[in-house]
């Protein structure tokens, strides 16, 4: 409908309304119109491929959070902005990195060191996602045993308990 307008008028109309359908802004749209003409009509319905996951490496993933450990040691704090400017300082030595001094500190990361050397380096929202999610899977725990798990084990002074999260405690019995 949009290649079929008349004029300039008709076509702005005709952007406006496509994505107000598809929900997306007017500058997006003539990307999508473009490979619709390039490709098909099956290009509208394929999202990408990686969405959900990293753009970065394994490599670069397990660099940045070796690096929060380091950086968070021994009451030692620092933010995820700190170790993405941390990148960036270390991206801006370049040549230097080569010097046997960092061999310990890129030990088993030589792609990340190759990268820095070059002067790429993940961008800082990559960063906070890599570290975020870290700390998410690693405190993703049990706070208390009241929640609802399956085959919970209790330890008590007594002994250990196992239950179901569907069998309630009987109260009525207690020790005390």
Same mark, same amino acid.
């Given at each position: 409908?949009?290649?079929q !307008?008349?004029?300039?008028?008709?076509?702005?109309d005709?952007? !406006?309304?496509? !994505?107000?359908?598809?929900?997306? +802004?007017?500058?997006?749209?003539k @990307?999508?119109?473009?490979?619709?003409? #390039?490709v098909? &009509? $099956?290009t509208?319905? &394929?999202?990408?491929?990686? #969405?959900?996951?990293?753009?970065?490496?394994?490599? =670069? %993933? /397990?660099?940045i959070?070796?690096?929060? %450990? =380091?950086?968070?040691?021994?009451?030692?704090?620092i *933010?995820n *902005? #700190?170790? +993405?400017?941390?990148?960036? !300082?270390?991206?801006?030595?370049?040549?230097?990195?080569?010097?046997k001094?960092h061999?310990?500190?890129?030990?088993?990361y +030589?792609? &990340?060191?190759e /990268?820095?050397i070059v002067?790429? %380096?993940?961008?800082?929202?990559?960063v906070?996602?890599?570290i *975020?999610?870290?700390?998410?899977?690693?405190?993703?725990? &049990?706070r208390h045993?009241? +929640? @609802?798990i399956e085959?919970?084990?209790? #330890?008590?002074?007594?002994?250990?308990?196992?239950r179901? %999260?569907?069998?309630?405690?009987?109260? $009525?019995?207690? @020790?005390?």
């Open positions: 409908m949009i290649r !307008a008349p004029d300039n008028i008709d076509c702005r005709a952007i !406006a309304d496509a !994505a107000k359908a598809l929900g997306k +802004s007017t500058i997006n749209i @990307p999508i119109i473009e490979k619709v003409d #390039q098909g &009509v $099956a509208l319905a &394929v999202g990408r491929k990686d #969405q959900g996951q990293y753009r970065i490496s394994k490599e =670069w %993933h /397990d660099f959070v070796s690096l929060h %450990h =380091w950086r968070n040691r021994e009451g030692y704090r *933010n *902005n #700190q170790i +993405s400017g941390y990148l960036k !300082a270390l991206a801006s030595q370049r040549e230097k990195l080569r010097d001094k061999d310990e500190k890129f030990k088993g +030589s792609q &990340v060191r /990268d820095l002067g790429k %380096h993940p961008s800082h929202v990559s906070y996602k890599v *975020n999610s870290y700390l998410e899977a690693k405190y993703n725990k &049990v045993p009241g +929640s @609802p085959a919970q084990i209790l #330890q008590t002074t007594e002994g250990r308990y196992f179901n %999260h569907l069998q309630q405690p009987d109260l $009525a019995n207690r @020790p005390y």
